[in-house]
């Protein structure tokens, strides 16, 4: 099973952007999408594969919240 979770873009700098994943920052490839600086993106793999709203960005951390 594959998982993908959703983080806050913090800072850009050409393909790679340094993503806040709840405190912990990691670097993320944002080569398929177009996003900006304190956008949320969904990343599998160490590649962000989908922009999204921070509305469904924080229904999804509610998800794995209640799971854990």
Do not use: Q
Not at 7 to 15: A, L, M, Q
Not at 39 to 59: N, T
């Amino acid at each position: 099973m594959c998982v993908a979770y959703p983080g806050r873009v913090e800072t850009i700098e050409g393909r790679t952007a340094k993503v806040d994943f709840g405190g912990n920052i990691v670097n993320v490839n944002i080569g398929v999408v177009d996003v900006n600086v304190g956008d949320y993106v969904l990343v599998h793999a160490g590649m962000a594969i989908e922009a999204m709203p921070e509305e469904k960005a924080r229904e999804i951390l509610s998800v794995f919240s209640d799971i854990l």
